[in-house]
């Protein structure tokens, strides 16, 4: 069936240092992929989502490829703020199999920025 | 607009006691979806609604049942608490069972059985 694998954390950076949270996917179909955010003590918040190959999300200085042919979809930011400390979720939502139209979360990558 | 609303936010039960655990959304959504969230297991689903009147199982279904009371609200129970159980449950919807479409996310509730 489909699934999500992204990087293990905790990743702890310092105040404006670049960012790469790594995510792959195993999916029937061409799935729309999606990265959402949850800050302590809240729900997940769509941070940015792209739904066929080739195309980049972006939102808030983070952005995201989807890569078909490394089954990838990392995501970025060029310069992190304290603020930005929160658990980070990749997801896909698949056509067929497994998913069905339903989302598959990855596991979840804990950031930490120091000042 | 409020979103996706979850209704309590914290909660600690017996084992063995029973509980309704509330949604509701108010973005006019077709779909809504239960999910847990466990350390290290990131979100599971439990059940969904793909359309008013309809409900599907998903992943961890097992001690759970379900209601869709209408269009706007979602209801999660459980009917016989067990420890297992103890977990942090979401509540989302979706404007329709699409690959593209997002899933907004309530607040969530705490529960906690003893």
């Known amino acids: 069936g489909d699934s999500v694998t992204q990087m293990e954390g905790p990743v702890t950076l310092s105040e404006e240092a670049f960012l790469t949270i790594n995510c792959t996917y195993t999916?029937?179909?061409?799935?729309?992929l999606f990265w959402y955010v949850q800050y302590p003590g809240e729900g997940l918040q769509l941070l940015l989502k792209?739904?066929?190959?080739?195309d980049k999300g972006s939102n808030k200085g983070f952005e995201a490829t989807y890569r078909k042919e490394t089954t990838s979809f990392h995501l970025e930011k060029g310069s992190v703020q304290v603020s930005d400390s929160a658990v980070y979720f990749c997801?896909?939502?698949?056509?067929?199999?497994?998913?069905?139209?339903?989302?598959?979360f990855g596991k979840g990558t804990k950031l930490s920025v120091k000042p | 607009n409020a979103g996706v609303t979850q209704t309590p936010k914290f909660q600690v039960l017996k084992t063995g006691q029973s509980m309704t655990l509330q949604c509701a959304q108010d973005?006019?959504?077709?779909?809504m979806y239960w999910y847990r969230q466990d350390p290290g297991m990131g979100l599971r689903l439990i059940y969904y609604?793909?359309?008013?009147?309809?409900?599907d199982k998903g992943e961890v279904p097992n001690g759970y049942n379900v209601s869709r009371l209408n269009k706007r609200e979602f209801s999660l129970r459980l009917e016989s608490a067990a420890p297992s159980q103890t977990s942090v449950y979401f509540c989302?919807?979706?404007?329709?069972?699409?690959?593209?479409?997002?899933?907004?996310f309530g607040d969530g509730t705490r529960l906690s059985i003893l």
């Open positions: 989302a919807s979706r404007l329709h069972r699409d690959r593209v479409q997002p899933q907004h």
């Open positions: 999916a029937t179909g061409y799935p729309s």
């Open positions: 792209a739904t066929k190959a080739d």
């Open positions: 997801a896909l939502s698949g056509d067929y199999g497994g998913s069905q139209g339903n989302l598959i």
């Open positions: 973005m006019n959504h077709n779909s």
């Open positions: 609604s793909a359309s008013e009147g309809t409900t």
